[in-house]
């Protein structure tokens, strides 16, 4: 089963515009941890953010926020006033700790962002 | 600079031939992975390992093997026996205590077989 949900496949927007990337996982764990990663079209997987099941406190980098709620077992991404170097594949991804390495994620399949000028 | 290089970053083979995928990592990390990644799809566990001489097969381990003889090294062997080995490799690695260091990636091998 899906762990991971990343409903959204493509999202164009034109730049300077707010972009909200949607990401609901399924878990039994009460300890895990969430993550967010960027993949520009080089292909390497950038590091974002990672959230732990226990602080649900938003956060926000820049133009970069996150909205995490586990009532609804969403951790939402957006980019403000996206701009043209956003454009890449960006991955939710999921770390549960009932595995034996944190580092085992199950991840999205992704969303691509195309941001035009 | 401190990282993980993985080479070649494009590799062709003929079906039917084993392929070795290089996974080198400098920042003295004892946990190392491989993903797989196919278009339009998340990245899948292929084999893990954290510690030396040590490593576990992860969701999608058929058809290949790995060793990890040395710390910096995880190299990947997609083998013959693998139906689709075409796609974008990634090895990534993490320090101890993993749930305090996020996984860091190399830069990928893209796989083509014909």
């Known amino acids: 089963a899906q762990k991971v949900t990343q409903a959204q496949t493509e999202i164009s927007v034109v730049e300077k515009e707010d972009v909200t990337l949607d990401c609901v996982y399924e878990?039994?764990?009460?300890?895990?941890?969430l993550f967010w990663y960027k993949q520009p079209p080089s292909g390497e997987l950038v590091f974002l953010i990672r959230?732990?099941?226990?602080?649900?406190q938003n956060e926000i980098s820049g133009r970069y926020s996150w909205n995490f709620q586990k009532s609804t077992s969403s951790f939402n991404f957006t980019i403000t006033a996206s701009q043209v170097v956003d454009s890449a594949v960006y991955f939710c991804?999921?770390?549960?700790?009932?595995?034996?390495?944190?580092?085992?994620?199950?991840f999205g399949a992704g969303t691509q962002v195309v941001v035009t000028p | 600079d401190g990282g993980i290089t993985q080479s070649p970053k494009y590799l062709f083979r003929k079906e039917g031939q084993n392929v070795t995928l290089s996974c080198e990592q400098n920042l003295n990390h004892d946990a190392m992975y491989w993903y797989r990644q196919d278009p339009g799809q998340g990245l899948r566990l292929i084999y893990y390992s954290q510690i030396v001489n040590d490593f576990q097969k992860g969701d999608i381990a058929e058809g290949y093997s790995v060793s990890r003889e040395k710390k910096e090294s995880f190299p990947l062997t997609v083998t013959s026996a693998q139906k689709n080995p075409t796609a974008f490799y990634l090895c990534a690695s993490s320090g101890q205590g993993a749930r305090d260091s996020p996984l860091h990636f190399g830069n990928g091998t893209r796989l083509t077989v014909t």
């Open positions: 878990t039994r764990d009460t300890t895990y941890y």
């Open positions: 959230r732990n099941s226990f602080d649900e």
């Open positions: 991804a999921l770390s549960e700790a009932e595995t034996d390495s944190w580092g085992k994620l199950q």
